[in-house]
């Protein structure tokens, strides 16, 4: 199978892309992802730092991955029911193992068991439109729960806005590791695990199938002309950009209030997400021809190769400065972004240097015998 150079940068972009808005996650306490005014005041740096990144980033490479990942499953139904199930199992148990021993913010084991759902539903749409208008639905359906949950969820000011003694805790746990770690990860992933039931799995089912859609289509394959894909690019995101812009006002006219922001302001931000993420993937696809003459974007694409080993390293590197080297809540926001270049420059280089002499990264070599072995078939000579 010949590779999509521009689909491994696409990939290779949301990977980086996703970074921008994980270092906060690992440098600040949990509350900190969402709300910038967590500790209760907020400088004016942070607020424009979460300000630029809510409309250009935050959610949109999530989405953006997911996209890519339904396409995936679309390519990998050719390969049949055994070795789908056997590798997004394999997925699952890694993600598990990811969140439970590293770093709660994975996002493999939803992605695995999600798409142990969507893969069927790929398999047996009728028609790239069923399938596309079927996404659509159940990414509105996500949005609608969201709702829901701001008219029926309690108070959230402690998670919001968590006081000195949850914050300190948080510093222990997170420095120290041991069982109190792996504890307190473990209470995160059962929250994970039941927004995933309940509102975030249908969002991510949505954007899978779209993803696979598009990919059936060929719109994923760069199968349409570039000024098509420039012209659907800009105008996506731009409608993103429009939709995002009030939730992003109204979170900052009110201070960033639980009541309001918790759930219900929100809902723009993941509206504007699939428009602006099917936007970033038609420009680079628009652009391929001026990009693709770039080391940067031949290296971009590296990286999206090894997406997952890259993923991995990224928790690797993160995990170990934050917590080990104990530079946990030293850094405000905008200052956590100047880690991001070095981290990567480490992915980059990294996965420049090992495709020169090998095929794939080293987790997905690994994932690719332990599925072959697991379904009972031999490894492909081809990567997706």
Known sequence: MTRNVTLDFIRGAAILGILLLNISAFGLPKAA???????????????????????????????LFALLFGAGLQMLLARGKRWIQSRLTLLALLGFCHALLLWEGDILLAYALVGLVCWRMVRDAHSVRSLFNTGVVLYLIGIVVLLLLASITGDMQREWTPGAAAVQYEQFW????????????????????????????????????????LMQSGWLKGRYSLKHYRRTGALLVALGLIINL?????QWQLGWSARWCAFLLQAPRELSAPFQSVGYAALAFGFWPQLCRSRLAAAVACVGRMALTNYLLQTLICTTLFYRCGLFMHFDRLALLGFVPAVWAVNLLFSVCWLRYFRQGPVEWLWRQLTSAASGTRPSKTSL
Do not use: C
Not at 36 to 60: C, E, F, H, N
């Open 174 to 213: 997170r420095q120290h590791g041991g069982l109190e770690a792996v504890s307190n990860r473990a209470s995160m992933l059962t929250d994970s695990l039941l927004a995933l039931g309940v509102q975030y799995g249908w969002q991510l089912a949505g954007m899978m199938l779209m993803g696979a859609a």
């Open 33 to 63: 992802y969402l709300n910038p005014a967590w500790y209760g005041t907020i400088t004016r740096s942070d607020a424009w730092t979460w300000a630029v990144l809510d409309l250009l980033a935050q959610v949109k490479f999530l989405t």
């Open 246 to 250: 009030p939730g992003v006002i109204g």
